[in-house]
């Protein structure tokens, strides 16, 4: 290994400047919540700098970790690079591993408040524990659900699981979530849309409805972040930007010491968004219900950011590491974990407009209507460098079915087709997924290109989110929607 | 794979029977306790019926998943056979998969008390909700550090950890055990045996050394079972008597509708133990929370016995498939989250006699007084199909501490040992394990015999272990000690 490929080595990581955040983090984050005056949300803190001790770890261990993955036959080539080199495949497990690791070791800043509460007396006699051991359960059974989706993640890297078997495998995982959820009898109501009221009231109760809903959300969550992969950076990009979404979206919720507004009747929204005053933010309206709804969330999304920022550094193209599947059922678990505990499942789905739109497209191949090739990748061309949409050839001709769907999405230019000049028939017709779109529309591009096209989409996604959240959703929903 | 050796090709079941439990385990354990008039402790009888499920999906499941196994390479040949063929390795996991599964299934079950107790809402108008959130946290911190040493048992499989490096692991896994325990300011006091109370009182609060005490208990139930192992059988079978012997002591705290007395005196104790009345049990004392917390033992003992006896039919001399380090690891994490959660740590020590018999004989070995090869398992000759004890050589003198150890141990009759005929100097040793003493002294044995002389030494242990536990703690501690 002493001449290795400059391509693959390693990127470097200055030590400097890492080992100079560590006092930071601790000094700041870790100790200043438990320092008088205590500042309002001091678990907020702690978990900022428990999420950078995340960051550092993550920027340490994957590089330090790959060639013993390599060793345990944990790699492979990267298909579209010129040269043959391993590449540690599974590097997902490491930053789950300290994801999870640095979940569990909050759990006592978590339920802070509770641990300097006293258990109080009442005049009657009757001690009342104010330990909030009902969160503590939930939280629990979210690593838990966390956990198995990592496990479950690691076993399809090194059994490889085909991917009709690997379908309910985020259900398996959503169990202790939904066990914990029906042993605590929880809500399975569901605000009613307005235009849907004069027919079935303001709330309707779901039932075992909803705990198919919440398993199918983490099924979707997980494998349309899985769908979407294949270039370097393309699924720890996803999950950044989500994450990033999720988490903006918890701030409009929190208690600001300052005071700002939001002018959303820009957007078409009727109510101002006001922020400011502790336990009166913004969206919450004085809630604290909301704002702990969202705190927890935070505590979720803040250090899966941190590890997924410090995987990409190493994922970049050209990737010195790949995440397996490892990583996309983490992170999809994680965003159904949260919209789900933290009741905003619907706006979790606005931020995988990209997802979705991926999904839609697949669908005719994922179903067999059209066939599906094992690898839809786009394909590489090594002499110039460039990305070309890949295809699926028609050895014998298309059902009409195929045919129908086919036409369609050439004529929303959403595929590029090749019909025989002479019959008409479709003779090949380029592979149904976002990625293939882009070189579609947008022309052969280099892979590092590609991500980056991938990336704004993403975001553009999530402004659009926000708008119809904030802006739209005032037409469908009332204003104290939860 | 048609012409494959008898020795190794799965064991055959006889479907006719397990598919005839099937129906029992489904009707009078799981629908039973559904139906008026209810049994007292109705998830007892649930945990029993998933119990058979679980027995039965581990005997499936194991033979079925074997060459998947093998062809992710985690396979290797069995040492101490004539044959060459890979057997599978790891399949701990499934056990310990369908173990955890089960345990999270269960969860319903295990608070259906509470889930029939509807909200009461006081005279004065507080709603005291009767769910027991409490105990739920345990039941999941339990989960979780159970999942992550499974975790962590495949991880040490599938990259074969130095055993170094391995000893930390049971302490990473027990992190969610201690910090729920923290973070619900668990009880640290312990009850001083009699004779040091003139000096401590009869409570010491042991503070953080309490937590140190329970991640050494992980750290030593996990590891002592994981190096006495290497013939076929032997880790599953100190299971399988452990799990035993902490169910009858369980049972020994359930209220029986029958009246019987267990005649201790002769024991040496000073009391009596009697049975008999729901909530009244002989060792309880009529306490609620001593019969819940055993009941709670008993919901991890019952399905982990359950995949340990079904995989024992696999693993059974010749081996059909090896546990790997998953097993060990999930197996040891139970025996101390029961120790831990049902508070019964001493005892459940009591019941590793042989383990820790076999680790102080260790000792010189694993801290390096005295040369320890890679492997110590027992030496097979293929010709007489007998195991003898194997050897360390001694290719430099050993030092002065060294021959002085060796030589207490031969003369306790627990080694043997070649010495120079003119010098005296010790040439080489039998290693220091408990199988290679059983053959020092009873003389070199097939493979099959000596796990079957194990097997007896864990029953005498466990026997022993409850004459001390019941006869003699009574000359320590008082009647009333949980």
């Not at 789950?96 to 800043?109: E, H, K, R």
């Not at 009231?201 to 398993?215: Q, R, W």
């Not at 497209?361 to 090594?382: I, T, W, Y």
């Amino acid at each position: 290994m002493a001449n290795v490929n400059a391509a693959i080595r390693p990127r470097r990581l200055s030590s400097t400047l890492l080992l100079g955040l560590v006092p930071v983090a601790a000094a700041w984050f870790i100790v200043r919540p438990l320092i008088d005056p205590v500042p309002p949300l001091p678990a907020l803190y702690t978990s900022i700098g428990f999420s950078i001790f995340a960051l550092i770890a993550t920027l340490y261990l994957v590089p330090a970790l790959g060639p013993t993955f390599i060793k345990a036959r944990l790699s492979g080539r990267d298909l579209l690079k010129i040269y043959p080199d391993p590449i540690p495949e599974s590097l997902g497990l490491v930053c789950a591993s300290i994801y999870i690791l640095t979940l569990i070791l909050f759990i006592p800043f978590a339920f802070s408040d509770a641990l300097t509460l006293k258990s109080d007396t009442t005049p009657e006699g009757i001690t009342v524990s104010e330990f909030p051991h009902q969160k503590l359960s939930v939280y629990l059974s979210s690593l838990l659900s966390l956990l198995i989706s990592t496990m479950l993640g690691f076993l399809d890297d090194v059994f490889d699981i085909r991917w009709r078997h690997k379908l309910p495998i985020p259900i398996i995982a959503s169990i202790p979530l939904l066990i914990v959820y029906f042993a605590e009898r929880g809500n399975t109501n569901v605000v009613v849309p307005l235009p849907l009221r004069f027919l079935l009231g303001s709330l309707v109760n779901l039932g075992p409805l909803y705990y198919i809903y919440m398993s199918l959300l983490s099924t979707f969550t997980t494998n349309s972040i899985n769908i979407l992969a294949g270039i370097n950076g393309s699924e720890v990009s996803q999950a950044v930007i989500i994450a990033v979404s999720v988490i903006l979206n918890d701030l409009l919720y929190l208690p600001w010491p300052i005071d700002f507004r939001i002018p959303v009747h820009l957007l078409g929204s009727k109510t101002e968004v006001e922020f400011g005053g502790v336990w009166s933010a913004g969206m919450a309206y004085g809630s604290k219900e909301l704002v702990e709804r969202h705190l927890f969330s935070l505590y979720f999304m803040l250090p899966l950011l941190a590890v997924c920022v410090g995987f990409m550094y190493h994922n970049w193209y050209p990737a010195r590491a790949f995440p397996g599947d490892t990583l996309c059922y983490v992170t999809g678990m994680a965003f159904s974990v949260v919209g789900i505990q933290a009741h905003f499942s619907k706006t979790l789905l606005l931020f995988f407009i990209p997802q979705i739109f991926n999904f839609v497209l697949s669908c005719p191949q994922l179903f067999g209507v059209v066939p599906c090739p094992r690898h839809r990748v786009p394909r590489f061309e090594a002499d110039t460098n460039l990305l070309h949409p890949s295809k699926t050839l028609f050895l014998k001709p298309p059902s009409r079915l195929a045919t129908f769907i086919l036409r369609v999405l050439y004529t929303l230019r959403l595929i590029d087709i090749t019909t025989h000049p002479e019959t008409g028939m479709i003779l090949e017709s380029t592979n149904l997924t976002i990625l293939n779109f882009f070189l579609v529309r947008l022309g052969p591009m280099r892979e590092k290109q590609l991500v980056q096209v991938l990336i704004c989409a993403q975001v553009a996604g999530s402004v659009l989110a926000f708008v119809v959240r904030y802006g739209l959703a005032g037409l469908v929903y009332d204003g104290d929607r939860r």
